[in-house]
């Protein structure tokens, strides 16, 4: 089945650095994308989403870029802080009452 | 506000024994999903509810799985004669509306440890 998945398992990072997570997915039906943030012992914190109908979305610190010719989907932080180490997981979703597919996840590692 | 919140946050089983899962939604959300997390995996979709109704159960593994929300708020999941391979996170998630787009908040999770 189609599936969402990530180009790297790990990631680490220089505080102060800014850092870019990358995300593929392969359903050309999915319409809305999620990024979400996992520290151990928690569930999925929702840090930022985008539509389809959008190619770039911007928040505090982070930015998600969408690319749907090649369907890749990336998120973006700014100045990391150790705060920011976690997994990092993508999510894409169908119109409609379809579930959100996640991804395996990315692990940030913020190097002080 | 309150989150969502589940209990027990661990439970440890012997094979064959029966559990029951506890999610409480954040207040006033109509939508109410089940997640199953293995480790070092992202949540794989279990079942969804809006309100009382249960909308779309196509990601329980087996008839052994079964969830309920009678009154459109605390949802159980329970498990029957639990396997090692149920052994995993379980997550809830609850949404304010039944749209596309809206935002799920997960609760913590519960960890079950099938031995």
């Known amino acids: 089945g189609e599936s969402v998945g990530l180009h790297l398992p790990t990631l680490s990072v220089q505080e102060g650095d800014n850092s870019i997570i990358n995300c593929a997915y392969s359903n050309s039906a999915s319409d809305y994308f999620i990024w979400y943030k996992q520290e151990s012992g928690k569930g999925p914190q929702f840090i930022i989403d985008?539509?389809?109908?959008?190619d770039k979305r911007q928040g505090q610190r982070v930015t998600v870029l969408l690319n749907k010719t090649v369907k890749h989907l990336s998120l973006q932080i700014a100045a990391t802080q150790p705060g920011d180490s976690a997994v990092y997981f993508c999510a894409e979703k169908a119109r409609g009452n379809t579930p959100l597919v996640f991804g395996k996840g990315t692990r940030l590692s913020v190097i002080a | 506000g309150a989150g969502v919140s589940q209990s027990p946050r661990y439970k440890v089983a012997k094979r064959g024994q029966d559990v029951a899962l506890r999610c409480d939604p954040i207040s006033g959300h109509v939508s109410l999903f089940w997640y199953q997390q293995a480790l070092g995996q992202g949540p794989e979709f279990l079942t969804y509810?809006?309100?009382?109704?249960?909308?779309?159960k196509s990601g329980l593994p087996s008839d052994r799985f079964f969830a309920e929300r009678p009154e459109g708020s605390v949802s159980t999941l329970k498990i029957q004669r639990t396997q090692q391979e149920d052994s995993a996170v379980y997550l809830c998630a609850s949404s304010l509306g039944g749209g596309a787009s809206d935002t799920q908040y997960f609760g913590p999770g519960t960890r079950l440890t099938v031995l």
């Open positions: 509810f809006q309100n009382e109704a249960q909308l779309d």
């Open positions: 985008i539509r389809s109908n959008m």
